[in-house]
């Protein structure tokens, strides 16, 4: 095969894969050899080769194979650039090509990440756990003078650093449209900066980099360990910095937390304001529930809620934002599909695995002895056999929580209140449902404990 028919295969698969994996994973192989079933490429890096050979080695197999070649397996290895540049000279090579540091075509060619339309400060919901990073955002996000820098912001899994970082970024682009605002994810950063290495474009990248006036780096702990990207970052980062441009950088933990970072990146990092987004709590849970549903109300008119799924939602699924919303919309196209009200029942039915995968760690034990704790009664008391209502009702509300914030079974949770009936725990639940929406210090109380709990 020569490097012409694979040129033609890469392209092939550029409609397989999509533009953006094409110039970062495809493009970059050179097919070196092919023999006893092994087709050989070099790439840039050891990095790029594990990963086409993880994601992308079956595909390249089937499409060789597709062409009449005998292949079974893939193999990388790291070529020499004298190597590289000889044998991609006779191929298009656009990604070279898109850093070329032009200065009318930079602001075009600026490598940066496309923005979701969805992520903007009008679809953030704001509550407790994130205002704080949100009024950073925002405030960064008027274009004023640099007043922190850099903003890093870094919280758990799908608590929204990614949405507020592009938010920032719209936001820019209307208030301050003069300003050269580049967002990307620190593994594009690497994998830029490994590019440009390969095509020996040092210059123009360092050039391209450092003509940012905003430049925002998502997922910052991905450059922990790889060490020449890490130093290409710091020298950008201070670039930058020194001539007052802002910088904004998320983390999945606080920048003293991050592994395998240089001790002068990390403090480089913590000397500008550091908030964090912190673990969603009930009401930002609903908040976000309910302007969800609002945008789904345009979607799908038709489609009736029963009061209380999405509490029940807010309730049940834990803090990560994305799951909750990938529950949402999976229960109402599931709910459109079969053309029924979204009840309770749908929604257990709908949301099993989702639900049981969520489900909150709290014991019948804590929430006997948080409840005993809040009556003032001993916690022998509370199990034991006495029918006083002193005893009684706080029995019934640890059943009642047992039942809302544990997997136990009725008999299940009977059984850890001294042996009762599973009966009996019905009529405590019910009970406490009853008394819930009639008595206002019950609903207080059960609203109390229930957030020390889950707290
Ligand atoms: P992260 O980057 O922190 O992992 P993302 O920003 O990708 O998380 O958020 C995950 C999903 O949750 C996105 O769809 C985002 O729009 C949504 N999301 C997170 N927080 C909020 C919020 N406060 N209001 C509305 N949507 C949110
Ligand atoms: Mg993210």
Redesign the pocket.
């Known amino acids: 095969m020569t490097q012409e028919q694979w040129g033609s295969l890469q392209e092939d698969l550029l409609n397989t894969v999509g533009q953006n994996n094409y110039k970062a994973w495809i493009e970059p192989l050179q097919l070196a050899e092919l023999s006893d079933g092994v087709a050989t490429f070099t790439v840039p890096t050891n990095f790029i080769g594990n990963y086409v050979s993880q994601n992308f080695g079956d595909l390249i197999i089937h499409q060789l194979s597709q062409a009449g070649e005998d292949v079974q397996r893939v193999h990388f290895r790291v070529g020499s650039a004298a190597n590289r540049n000889h044998a991609s000279s006779s191929k298009p090579n656009a990604g070279a090509r898109a850093v070329a540091a032009d200065a009318s075509s930079l602001k075009t060619d600026l490598p940066g990440a496309p923005l979701d339309a969805?992520?903007t400060f009008d679809?953030?919901?704001?509550g407790k756990p994130?205002e704080l990073a949100n009024a950073a955002a925002r405030r960064v996000a008027e274009g004023g003078p640099v007043t922190f820098n850099p903003l890093f912001l870094y919280?758990g899994?799908?608590?929204?650093?990614?949405?507020l970082m592009h938010a920032i970024a719209w936001e820019l682009q209307t208030q301050r449209p003069d300003l050269n605002v580049l967002y990307l994810s620190a593994e594009q950063f690497m994998y830029r900066f490994v590019q440009a290495l390969r095509d020996r474009k040092m210059m123009d990248f360092k050039e391209l980099f450092r003509s940012v006036d905003v430049l925002m780096v998502d997922d910052v702990q991905f450059i922990a360990g790889k060490d020449s990207t890490q130093e290409e970052f710091f020298h950008t980062f201070n670039a930058l910095v020194d001539q007052n441009k802002q910088i904004i950088i998320s983390a999945d933990r606080a920048p003293g937390e991050i592994k395998d970072m240089e001790d002068r990146i990390r403090s480089r990092l913590q000397c500008g304001l550091v908030v964090d987004l912190h673990p969603t709590d009930y009401e930002?849970r609903l908040g976000?529930l309910q302007?969800k549903v609002d945008q789904y109300k345009a979607q799908y008119p038709d489609l009736q809620l029963a009061p209380g799924v999405l509490e029940f939602l807010a309730h049940r699924i834990s803090t990560n934002?994305?799951v909750l919303?990938g529950a949402l919309t999976r229960l109402f196209a599931f709910a459109s599909l079969v053309g029924r009200e979204i009840t309770m029942e749908l929604t257990q039915d709908c949301l099993s695995d989702v639900l049981r995968a969520s489900e909150r760690k709290i014991s019948v034990e804590e929430i006997q002895r948080r409840v005993a704790d809040h009556y003032n009664i001993r916690l022998s008391d509370m199990i034991g056999p006495k029918r006083v209502r002193t005893f009684a009702r706080p029995r019934q509300v640890a059943m009642f929580l047992c039942k809302q914030l544990t997997s136990r079974s009725l008999p299940e949770i009977g059984r850890r209140f001294g042996g009762r009936d599973h009966t009996t725990v019905m009529h405590g639940v019910k009970r406490i449902e009853e008394l819930r929406s009639s008595d206002g210090q019950i609903a207080e109380d059960l609203e109390m404990l229930r957030r020390a709990l889950e707290a």
């Open positions: 969805r992520f679809t953030f919901v704001v994130n919280g899994v799908g608590l929204g650093k990614t949405h930002l976000i302007s934002v994305r919303e």
